[in-house]
Nanobody, 129 residues
Framework: VQVVESGGDLVLAGGSLRLSCAASGLTFATFSEYAIGWFRQAPGKEREAVSGISNSDGSTYYADSVKGRFTISSDNAKNTVYLQMNSLKPEDTAVYYC????????????????????WGQGTQVTVSS
């Protein structure tokens, strides 16, 4: 499976963006078996988990820093997962990556980035104050 992110942009604080993670190399039935995770890496910082969704059971994960502001959703017919980001803050500035694998969505799997097999190239989100 391959994943490609899109939707990053420069936005003012308080604004919104929607990121997309499109998967390819899958059949409809196979995409429903995968989980998609969103991760981000700010300059000088380690990459961190942001959100994740299981296409098999619908479970989701959100980092505390984005709860109530970000919403993850999946469109199985389009093999695409979206990350709606509202009330953006300058500290949300980072390169956002999506990853895919057949893993459950739990705090543990979101923290163990090495278990995610397929990664995109990232999309830049810049929030100016």
């Amino acid at each position: 499976v391959q994943v490609v992110e899109s939707g990053g942009d420069l936005v003012l604080a308080g604004g919104s963006l929607r990121l997309s993670c499109a998967a390819s190399g899958l059949t409809f039935a196979t995409f429903s078996e995968y989980a998609i995770g969103w991760f981000r890496q700010a300059p000088g910082k380690e990459r961190e988990a942001v959100s994740g969704i299981s296409n098999s059971d619908g479970s989701t994960y959100y980092a505390d820093s984005v709860k109530g502001r970000f919403t993850i959703s999946s469109d199985n017919a389009k093999n695409t997962v979206y990350l709606q980001m509202n009330s953006l803050k300058p500290e949300d500035t980072a390169v956002y990556y999506c990853a895919a694998d057949r893993v459950p969505i739990t705090m543990a799997t979101m923290r163990r980035q090495g278990i995610w097999g397929s990664w995109g190239q990232g999309t830049q989100v810049t929030v100016s104050s």
